[in-house]
């Protein structure tokens, strides 16, 4: 069962994995602590091939100039998506959506760079 407790009276600014407890911080500020619970198993190929997926589209976010990464967040401001620039710019490599990417640029009026090549 998780619980809390007020970690910053004591100044402690804590997140993760803290020795046999995960914590971290809900969305009214709070710090939870649940008793840390490793994976029973492996990962699978499929999981493993994801991950390295999702690292590829995070270091190429990475990659990107800060005039890129300020248009992707501009235009998801632009059009009221509640989403960010760099989650924006993550979903489309993954998925390789051009289609709905290209739809944004269009739709803010705004230049983004272009996707990566898979």
Known sequence: MAWTIPWHLIGMQVSGD????SIYTDRFGRKVVYPKAPPEKPPTAAQTARREAF???????????????ANLEEACRVLSMPLTGQNLW?????????????TVAAQSGIALPDLPAE
């Open 55 to 69: 690292k590829a589209a995070q270091q190429s976010w990475s990659a990107l100039s800060s005039e890129a990464k």
């Open 18 to 21: 803290v020795g046999d407890f």
């Open 90 to 102: 993550i979903s489309a490599v993954m998925r390789q959506d051009t289609t709905a990417y290209r």
